[in-house]
T-cell receptor, first 111, second 114 residues
Framework: QQQVKQSPQSLIVQKGGISIINCAYE??????FPWYQQFPGKGPALLIA?????SEKKEGRFTISFNKSAKQFSLHIMDSQPGDSATYFC??????????FGKGTSLLVTP | KAGVTQTPRYLIKTRGQQVTLSCSPI?????VSWYQQTPGQGLQFLFE???????NKGNFPGRFSGRQFSNSRSEMNVSTLELGDSALYLC?????????????FGPGTRLLVL
């Protein structure tokens, strides 16, 4: 049973646009919500993470929005660049271990 | 600081064989987790080790096992390989519990079972 549901499966955005990826979870014990970026042939790399005590966290062009009551969180990539083209995974865990991943979003940023 | 290293990077085995994969965590990291990545199921948690003890285990059959050594290096073993075991096996390391901390992933070992 998928504990974290991610959408969309794929996304095409023009350079300079905003990429938005959404995730939803059911387990209210989850208290750590990271986003990972993965390029072909590489392992996932942490982009940004959030705890449920804040509603938004921004790092550079990447922002996580978190809605605890709706059990949803999303990743916004501002000013998307071709180099951002990768697969993005949201995840959730209880106390930071045993990450439960979404199925991933393949992002393509066109020039 | 060197990242998480995994060996071998690629492996081809036949059904029924067994395989051992190795992971060296980032220096100072004492927790090691293993994940299986497939196109159909995505990234799935296998198990996590800390101080040579398995702390958490995912929903995988007993053919999948692992261990951690005193220097925090970890190995995972898959016995009686099945075609469905073909996947990218990822190792991630993090600082010691209990506080949750970033998991840093290695490049993975790509296993093909024929």
């Amino acid at each position: 049973q998928q504990q974290v549901k991610q959408s969309p499966q794929s996304l095409i955005v023009q350079k300079g646009g905003i990429s938005i990826i959404n995730c939803a979870y059911e387990n209210t014990a989850f208290d750590y919500f990271p986003w990972y970026q993965q390029f072909p042939g590489k392992g996932p790399a942490l982009l940004i993470a959030i705890r449920p005590d804040v509603s938004e966290k921004k790092e550079g062009r990447f922002t996580i929005s978190f809605n605890k009551s709706a059990k949803q969180f999303s990743l916004h990539i501002m000013d998307s660049q071709p180099g951002d083209s990768a697969t993005y995974f949201c995840a959730a865990s209880d106390s930071g271990y045993a990450l439960n991943f979404g199925k991933g979003t393949s992002l393509l940023v066109t020039p | 600081k060197a990242g998480v290293t995994q060996t071998p990077r690629y492996l081809i085995k036949t059904r029924g064989q067994q395989v051992t994969l190795s992971c060296s965590p980032i220096s100072g990291h004492r927790s090691v987790s293993w994940y299986q990545q497939t196109p159909g199921q995505g990234l799935q948690f296998l198990f996590e080790y800390f101080s040579e003890t398995q702390r958490n285990k995912g929903n995988f059959p007993g053919r999948f096992s692992g261990r951690q050594f005193s220097n925090s290096r970890s190995e995972m073993n898959v016995s009686t390989l099945e075609l469905g075991d073909s996947a990218l096996y990822l190792c991630a390391s993090s600082l010691a519990p209990p506080s949750p901390s970033t998991q840093y992933f290695g490049p993975g070992t790509r296993l093909l079972v024929l």
